[in-house]
């Protein structure tokens, strides 16, 4: 909850979407790595940092992280991937900066299993389709070289086909 809400309840400056701050994408890269490397995930510092900055100073934050110390936020978070809490903060982060991974993973998994999840399918499908639907194809295409509606289509019966634009 100390990360969610503040998520969906803090006003998050979007500004000029190019303008970034170096100085403090610099300094704010060196307090995640100084809270992750305590393990002071529910630090109000870091919580702040992901919550309140547009994603143009989250991505220099997260570079300047990634350059200065040798390795993505996410791998440093690895250490202690089975920690609940440490995997809603690595979903956030994948969110934040490349939803279309994110959501491409949650489709791959609804798709390739013995069933479909239709619910999560069903959500992010009708979630993104005006938002980054055609970044999500893409990304779904280059990660397993199969169309997303063919990779839908094969996986999917009943409504969902029934639903299906013609192709005259």
């Known amino acids: 909850m100390q990360l969610l809400v503040p998520l969906v309840s803090t006003f998050r400056y979007d500004g000029n979407a190019d303008e970034v701050n170096m100085k403090l994408a610099s300094s704010e890269a060196k ?12 630090d109000e510092d870091l919580i702040r940092i992901l919550t309140t900055r547009s994603k ?18 996410n791998k ?10 440490v995997q809603l903060l690595k979903t956030t ?9 994110y959501y491409e993973k949650v489709l791959r998994r ?11 399918l069903t959500r992010v499908v009708t979630t993104r389709a005006e938002v980054d639907m055609e970044r999500i194809k893409e990304e ?3 990660r397993n070289s199969v169309p997303l509606d063919r990779a ?9 086909k029934d639903i ?5």
Not at 34 to 41: D, R
Not at 76 to 85: A, G, Q, T, V
Request: include cysteine; hydrophobic fraction near 30%.
């Open 140 to 142: 779904y295409l280059r």
């Open 56 to 73: 143009a100073q989250i991505m220099a934050t997260l570079n300047h992280f990634k350059d200065k110390f040798g390795s993505s936020i």
């Open 93 to 101: 982060i994948k969110c934040l900066t490349y939803p279309e991974k």
């Open 31 to 42: 307090t995640l790595h100084k809270k992750i490397t305590e393990k002071a995930y529910t």
């Open 110 to 120: 609804a798709i390739n299993k013995v069933g479909t999840d239709e619910w999560a």
């Open 164 to 168: 299906r634009p013609s192709r005259s």
């Open 152 to 160: 839908i289509a094969n996986d999917t019966s009943g409504d969902y």
């Open 76 to 85: 440093y978070l690895k250490e202690d991937s089975e920690d609940e809490y």
